[in-house]
Antibody, heavy 122, light 107 residues
Framework: EVQLVESGGGLVQPGGSLRLSCAAS????????MHWVRQAPGKGLEWVSR????????SYGDFVKGRFTMSRDNARNTLYLQMNSLRVEDTAFYYC???????????????WGQGTLVTVSS | EIVLTQSPASLSLSPGERATLSCRAS??????LAWYQQKPGQAPRLLMY???TRATGIPARFSGSGSGTDFTLTISSLEPEDFAVYYC?????????FGGGTTVEIK
């Protein structure tokens, strides 16, 4: 069974940092592009970032503005999101998501992890 | 950035009724549109991609249609488990974007 399990969320003050992790299992992790998607409580979905198979190609939504760093460790089947200079508006559930298929053009999100909540508040 | 506008924002229907959800794009997507279902307290689930292809395990009562800028998700006969929020998503242009969602609620 394909599984994505996020961890690392929590309460942080504005300007603080958090590192999210996503443990993947049930598929060949190193063969898939991966993404982070977020959802503010009660709001819609927003794509955050993507990373290619070997971690050499990464891109972010404009709102990240150099504050987040996405990475992966294929030996550990783990995805990461280092978030610095956090703002109140970054408060959201952060989902680890896989590309539907191994083809680089399969930009559909399937499956999703259960999400981890990041709360930025003083 | 491509803007996706979903309508209606909410839909109040009874089990057994037909649901028709709309997603309109600010520019042509060809057929590069997906639909997701999200139930309370759960992560979204992929229902449909390439506008009309059902994802693995999705029942046949779900169907998708459309191309260009106008797309439709139809649930032919609502089951109790179908009451949820539905989002559309495009993959034509980065950043990938989602619509604002349509809530299908029990009447």
């Amino acid at each position: 069974e394909v599984q994505l399990v996020e961890s690392g969320g929590g309460l942080v003050q504005p300007g603080g940092s958090l590192r999210l992790s996503c443990a993947a299992s049930g598929f060949t992790f190193g063969s898939y592009w991966m993404h982070w998607v977020r959802q503010a409580p009660g709001k819609g979905l927003e794509w955050v970032s993507r990373i290619n198979y070997d971690g050499r190609s990464i891109s972010y939504g404009d709102f990240v503005k150099g504050r987040f760093t996405m990475s992966r460790d294929n030996a550990r089947n783990t995805l990461y999101l280092q978030m610095n200079s956090l703002r109140v508006e970054d408060t959201a559930f952060y989902y680890c998501v896989r590309n539907m298929g191994p083809d680089a053009l399969d930009w559909w999100f399937d499956p999703w992890g259960q999400g981890t909540l990041v709360t930025v508040s003083s | 950035e491509i803007v996706l506008t979903q309508s209606p924002a909410s839909l109040s229907l009874s089990p057994g009724e037909r649901a028709t959800l709309s997603c309109r794009a600010s520019q042509s997507l060809r057929n590069y549109l997906a639909w997701y279902q999200q139930k309370p307290g759960q992560a979204p689930r992929l229902l449909m991609y390439d506008a009309s292809t059902r994802a693995t395990g999705i029942p046949a009562r779900f169907s998708g249609s459309g191309s260009g800028t106008d797309f439709t998700l139809t649930i032919s006969s609502l089951e109790p488990e179908d009451f949820a929020v539905y989002y559309c998503q495009q993959r034509t242009q980065w950043p990938l974007t989602f619509g604002g969602g349509t809530t299908v609620e029990i009447k």
